[in-house]
């Protein structure tokens, strides 16, 4: 079984920036691409960006957060990041990474953003 532990969510004011980790418990040598979701209350989970590892590490964003959103990942670690800046209210949500590969679909545990206003 593999773990993703995700880190960096918090409280910011509109405008501000957060960094979230998430790291593997293990690295999958089959893993292909990792990604964010997000959730916000009452509404359904959504993609937010995500890495493929080779091919030049592709990499895609949800139209809401393109040139705000910044996603990089290290291959060797299973380890990925999302820098998030000029934050909005409407990114409020419960934050998950995510690693897929051959051997299965992993999610982790999430980690709340809360932006005010």
């Known amino acids: 079984q593999v773990q993703l532990v995700e880190s960096g969510g918090g409280q910011v004011q509109a405008g501000g920036s957060l960094r979230l980790s998430c790291a593997a418990s293990?690295?999958?040598?089959?893993?292909?691409?990792m990604a964010w979701f997000r959730q916000a209350p009452g509404k359904e989970r959504e993609f937010v960006s995500s890495?493929?590892?080779?091919?030049?590490?592709?990499?895609a964003y949800a139209d809401s957060v393109k040139g705000r959103f910044t996603i990089s990942g290290d291959n060797g670690k299973n380890m990925v990041t999302l820098q998030m800046n000029n934050l909005k209210p409407e990114d409020t949500a419960v934050y998950y990474c995510?690693?897929?590969?051959?051997?299965?679909?992993?999610w982790g545990q999430g980690t709340q953003v809360t932006v005010s206003s």
């Open positions: 293990r690295r999958i040598s089959s893993t292909y691409r």
């Open positions: 890495i493929m590892w080779g091919g030049g590490g592709s990499t």
């Open positions: 995510t690693m897929h590969s051959r051997e299965g679909d992993y």
